[in-house]
């Protein structure tokens, strides 16, 4: 299916093809040679997605554009099969192998090949000619490549570390009510009040 949204029609080469059961949407513009294979779904219908020549997007994978980034694929990419691309750009000559996923704001250079079910993280720049093994994560820039539980253990941590911090903001909006109560106002609030005012309990 090759359909349009709002105002943006995908934009087709000649020599493109598109499978009967492969849907391309929106703002999309494919290059010459371009194969878009059974059920694999290219869906520009928030920032564009430019894919140039001799790509080939295998069934079942998933290009998409996010709401502040679109997607640019170079030439002689090969997407494989249920791997997913989410606003990202790529460099040519770049194998996406089954199951792989970039994320958004990545950016995978040239001549790269990101193995099975691996994962090219949020921001992250892939310098030309990298190799992400099998099932493992490619995270920050500069780039790590993190076997999946040590990158989890990363993300654990930052989780840990924002609640951290969430909290140390909580103690201080908790003092400056108790600074507000005791010294501004001088008579005690009553405690309905003094609730909404300073939702975080101190007891």
């Not at 299916?1 to 943006?8: E, G, L, S, T, V």
């Amino acid at each position: 299916m090759i359909a349009r949204f709002a105002d943006k029609t995908p934009r087709i080469a000649e020599t493109a093809w598109v499978a009967e059961t492969a849907t391309v949407v929106g703002d999309v513009e494919l290059g010459p040679g371009v194969g878009v294979f059974y059920s694999a779904v290219v869906r520009g219908d928030t920032t564009p997605i430019v894919i140039g020549e001799n790509v080939i997007v295998m069934e079942n994978a998933l290009i998409r554009a996010s709401a502040v980034h679109p997607v640019h694929i170079g030439d002689h990419v090969l997407v494989g099969p249920m791997a997913s691309v989410s606003g990202a750009t790529i460099g040519d000559e770049v194998y996406l192998a089954t199951g792989s996923r970039i994320v958004n704001g990545a950016r995978v250079g040239e001549r790269s090949l990101v193995r099975m079910g691996a994962v090219v993280h949020v921001k992250t720049t892939l310098p030309p000619r990298t190799v992400v093994p099998l099932g493992w994560v490619a995270i920050g820039d500069p780039m790590q490549l993190l076997p999946a539980a040590e990158a989890e253990a990363i993300r654990s941590k930052a989780v840990a570390d924002a609640l951290a911090a969430r909290s140390r903001l909580e103690v201080l909006v908790t003092m400056s009510c108790l600074i507000f109560k005791a010294q501004v106002l001088k008579t005690p609030l009553p405690h309905s009040i003094y609730s909404a005012l300073c939702p975080i309990s101190t007891t």
